[in-house]
């Protein structure tokens, strides 16, 4: 009576053990084993419960693995339909569940009918000799079991040792008000409608994160110079081992302003291996006053448009601070405007409009240095 | 001489072949032990996983050496099972079965070891995407963005859910573990099935070595997506109806009718295709059971069949109401390229990516040989086994065999359609093979040749089988792992397409709306969480930003677009840059095509690492900007 019902004890008890293992955070190797057990144990029960002791071995093993497949399945539907959500905490518990009512209902089914004698079960006759495996078959076995292994440990090794071409992320990306830095990984999908995910759009954002990721395989070493307008903001020397993340926040908009960084791998300071920008365009605004002495008192004002479409300018030029001309024009991508103006150190200043926006100057020149 | 033996059945109603089947000659392979025989196809794992390994240190499949060891391997693993199988020497139904799951497992580690870090088929990357979403949200049909109607179909996701939950293994472990229990239960199954309806293990044995030829047996259906989970239902409850039927004891037929339905549930939550293909079953052997007067099995079947259909039925209505516009486009392409095929005697299927002319010269001879093989089959199911409602059912089931090369040839992506058919019309085809091939290599004028009868006998299966792979997946351009290809499947999935799209997951978040080349799109599916889209070639066919550009970037939501200076400088051995595109790339696209993002005021390059990049639509205002 014990032996015929050691497979249920052996069964239930490796599932609750399963189940504990889950519960104490044992460490991995063991809540792997035991969770083999736990994951299987329902599917092994319920072949007993459902058909009994009327299989062959291949069978018994065939339609316990199947029904350990389908048992979850099936039992996930039913929580769905309980509506239970299906943490991993809601499987671990299905698998115990599932466990403990197929010991029951196996224990039932033994009770209710006499041991089945396995020789009379179809395909256990005996067909002439039972063969048994010579003990140099089991080393055979255990062999070709060894190189099987071995050769996927080979292809990880071998997989893990392919070169390729080594690369270094660099990324700015806005950081709105409301988002912190992006710590956790989150694949929950939002709900509602799919195609307006819950990302704030760069133009509410007042900070971005700016990143480097080092992918070359080696060591590096690199200048990182964050342009605003065109100007030097400021410059970061990174050195990162392979793998290795620098990043930090930057203040951040896409509409004042144009930024751009500029990576370089030392030491190579000419040029940037990869670049990123807030998405604005650049509109150069300069007065250059003359130095010879035909120009002398002169400046020439000028504006380059490298927006990439075309745009609409107003320029004013400031004599002591009140408007002495004003110049509206349209220039496409590339190209550019100049004219030459009376200039006085101090006194005469360019301010720059993008149209329609002629509240705030996009860019200011005063001959000392370029806007 | 040995057949028929091993009989798994008890003999009821379904009656078996009314003579003794023989198998072909001895060989020098039947002399090998079992237990050798599976040393020398662990030995071919190793060999091709060396091949594999010399791909990746060079040139990929444009290694010769590492090809030649690839297919070295391959006829280590087969040529001693083959010919053990074919051989007339006694072999158990342990032997048999042990056989049999070794070649199923050498396979399956030959898969594993093209990419043993992580998934690379692209199917797996929907699957890996739809269980993360399911274990984080703790919801069973959370949307899929590259499998919209996968979220419908839990059923792997479930598994393997549960797998990691109980053992807290990584998704690709656990993976790898459903995906290959799954597919090895499938064939252990499947041989089941043939020996419980063939009574013989021997023959059974040999269809199930014959159904190995089957072009996505050893690919698509052992990667970790829904129909290689399914098809292990398929098989169980092939196994169980059987039973249900032929079992003695009113009881038994009861406890193997409920394992039946069980299957019968599992598989309709599982995967659409599988759970019609059973219900198709179902209810083929329910006729052929009536047309040979086995009552009982017709009821049993017939109620079976009902079961399966009203499943389907409520799982597409109530559940499921997509799966019927998922199928509609490749209904009407199918009944479009018929059409065609019947009016201009052309199909006007689109051309596709040509084999080598060894690849194709392999495939005709197969095509050849298995409908010679059906037709003596027919034959022979015909004249022998007319009462036998398997049989017959098979033998009605093996027509399938011919609308699948109709298929093939006459409609858009035949090519494709007709490699994913064939797991379930081989089923029927390698029965009715099997009887052709044992009844052949038994007739008089052959059995005179002896061993050269033999011989010939396992090449031709070899044959048949190195055409299933050559045929199947990977395709010979990443036969082995190798360098980076643009835009082509596993040959895209490198480091940097995983970096690229974990960075996505990690600083943009998830569901964004991205436009993105062929080769990352399903990296950014899995590990980026991302909605990329398809048929975007529109956005890269420009040199500059039009205004036809911007509307189309409008009209389809582009929140972000990606480029990859490596589409410039090479075409994609799969033929497309995009997904969804259907014209084949003659040439490397504009690099100005690409950098044109650069030039547009307010869209921010977020992401450099040198040769991919991403591009900000969303600041611009050509999309609607998120909440």
């Avoid at chain 1, 065109?230 to 990043?247: D, R």
């Avoid at chain 1, 791998?265 to 010879?292: A, R």
């Avoid at chain 2, 997951?505 to 899995?526: F, Q, T």
Wanted: with cysteine.
């Amino acid at each position: 009576m014990y032996r015929r019902n050691l497979d249920i004890f052996v069964a239930g008890g490796l599932a609750l053990l399963g189940g504990a293992a889950y519960e104490a955070h044992v460490p991995g190797p063991v809540q792997v084993v035991l969770g083999i057990a736990l994951f299987f144990a329902p599917g092994y029960l319920w072949s007993e419960a459902i058909l009994s002791q009327r299989l062959t071995g291949v069978e018994r093993v065939l339609t316990s693995a199947g029904l350990s497949l389908i048992l979850p399945i099936l039992g996930g539907f039913l929580f769905y339909g309980l509506r239970i959500p299906l943490f991993r905490s809601a499987w671990v518990g299905l698998l115990v569940v599932l466990t403990l009512l197929g010991v029951v209902a196996v224990a039932v089914q033994r009770l209710r009918q006499p041991p089945v004698d396995t020789r009379q079960v179809p395909g256990n006759a005996p067909q002439g000799p039972r063969s048994r495996i010579a003990g140099w078959q089991i080393v055979v076995y255990g062999l070709a079991a060894v190189i099987g292994i071995g050769s996927v440990a080979f292809s990880v090794k071998s997989a893990d040792a392919q070169k390729f071409p080594g690369d270094t992320i660099l990324s700015m990306t806005a950081q709105p008000p409301q988002m912190k830095a992006p710590a956790s990984v989150n694949l929950v999908v939002p709900e509602g409608d799919p195609t307006q995910p819950n990302v704030v759009p760069n133009s509410n954002a007042t900070q971005a994160n700016l990143v480097v990721e080092n992918h070359e395989g080696v060591a590096e070493t690199y200048t990182l110079n964050l342009m605003k307008n065109g100007k030097l903001e400021k410059t970061w020397s990174i050195a990162l081992a392979n793998g290795q993340t620098w990043q930090t926040v930057i203040t951040y908009t896409t509409t004042s302003y144009t930024l751009q960084a500029n990576l370089y791998l030392l030491p190579n300071l000419i040029k940037p291996i990869d670049y990123v920008t807030n998405g604005e365009g650049n509109t150069q605004l300069y007065m250059t006053p003359g130095k010879n002495k035909y120009d002398r008192g002169t400046a020439y004002l000028g504006v380059a448009n490298e927006e990439g479409v075309t745009k609409q300018y107003r320029v004013e030029l400031l004599k002591n601070g009140k408007v002495a001309k004003t110049w509206n024009f349209t220039l496409k991508q590339g190209q550019s405007w100049q004219s030459t103006v009376a200039y006085t150190k101090n006194e005469t200043v360019a301010d720059l409009y993008l149209l329609p926006n002629v509240s705030q100057p996009y860019a200011t020149a005063n001959g000392v240095k370029a806007g | 001489v040995v057949a028929m033996g091993g009989s798994l059945g008890s003999r009821a109603e379904v009656r078996g072949p009314d003579r003794v089947e023989q198998a072909p000659q001895a060989s020098v392979l039947s002399r090998i032990p079992v237990s050798v025989i599976t040393l020398i196809a662990a030995v071919g794992v190793f060999v091709s996983s060396a091949g594999y390994a010399i791909g990746r240190a060079g040139d990929g499949p444009s290694s010769g050496p590492g090809v030649a060891l690839y297919w070295l391997g391959q006829v280590l693993i087969i040529v001693p099972v083959a010919g053990r199988l074919l051989s007339r020497r006694h072999l158990s139904n342990g032997e048999t079965i042990t056989l049999v799951t070794v070649l199923t497992v050498a396979e399956y580690l030959l898969k594993v070891n093209y990419s043993p870090l992580g998934f690379t088929f692209n199917d797996e990357f929907l699957h890996y995407s739809g269980t993360v979403n399911m274990l984080q949200s703790g919801k069973l049909f959370e949307l899929n963005y590259g499998l919209p109607i996968g979220t419908h179909y839990p059923g792997i996701e479930e598994v393997t859910s549960a797998l990691i939950s109980a053992t807290g293994l990584s998704v690709f472990a656990a993976g790898l573990i459903v995906a290959g229990l799954a597919h090895l239960l499938f064939i252990l199954f499947l041989y089941l099935a043939f020996c419980v309806a063939i009574r013989s293990h021997r023959i059974a044995g040999i269809a199930l070595l014959l159904y190995f030829g089957a072009p996505a047996l050893t690919s698509f259906n052992s990667m970790f997506v829904y129909e290689t989970l399914a098809l292990a239902f398929l098989g169980m409850c092939m196994v169980a109806a059987l039973r249900s039927a032929i079992e003695k004891s009113p009881s038994d037929r009861t406890r193997w009718f409920i394992v039946a339905v069980l299957c019968i549930f599992a598989t309709v939550i599982t995967h659409h295709i599988t759970s019609y293909m059973l219900t198709a079953f179902l209810i083929l052997v329910a006729i052929a059971s009536r047309l040979t007067g086995s009552r009982n099995t017709a009821a049993r079947f017939g109620l079976l069949a009902v079961i399966s259909l009203l499943s389907v039925v409520c799982w597409i209505a109530f559940i499921a109401p997509d799966t019927i516009s998922y199928f509609s486009p490749t209904v009407t392409g199918i009944v479009d390229g018929i059409k065609a095929l019947q009016e201009s005697g052309s199909s006007d299927a689109p051309a596709t990516a040509s084999s080598p002319f060894s690849n194709e010269v392999l495939g005709g001879l197969a095509i050849l040989v298995i409908s010679v093989l059906i037709a003596v089959g027919c034959w022979q199911a015909w004249r022998r086994h007319r009462r036998h409602p398997w049989i017959i059912g098979m033998m009605l089931g093996s027509i399938g065999w011919f609308v699948d090369l109709g298929i093939r040839l006459g409609t858009p992506d035949g090519q494709e359609l007709a490699g994913r058919a064939a797991t379930f019309v081989y089923i029927p085809v390698c029965v009715l093979a099997a009887l052709a091939l044992t009844r052949l290599v038994n007739s008089k004028p052959v059995r005179r040749w002896g061993a050269a009868v033999t011989a010939v006998i396992v090449a031709s299966v070899v044959s048949l089988l190195i055409d299933g792979l050559a045929n199947g997946w990977p395709p010979f351009w990443e036969r082995l792992p190798g360098p980076h290809l643009v835009s082509s499947f596993e040959s895209s999935v490198n480091p940097e397409e995983i970096q690229a799209s974990n960075w996505t997951l990690k600083y943009l978040g998830p569901g964004n709306r991205i436009a993105a080349d062929a080769g990352i799109y399903p990296v950014l599916i899995g590990y980026g969480g991302q909605n990329p889209l398809q048929v975007i070639t529109e956005l890269y066919s420009t040199p500059s930003w039009t205004p036809a550009v911007a509307a189309f970037a409008t009209g389809q939501n582009v929140e972000y677009v990606e480029t990859d200076t490596r589409l410039t400088k090479s075409l994609p051995p799969a033929g497309n840059y995009f997904p969804g595109d259907e014209t084949f790339a003659t040439e490397t696209i504009d690099p100005a095509a690409l950098t044109k993002y650069n030039d547009i005021t307010g869209v921010a390059r977020v992401f450099d690492d040198g040769t991919i990049v991403f591009y900000n639509l969303m600041a611009q205002g050509y999309v609607p900007q998120k909440p």
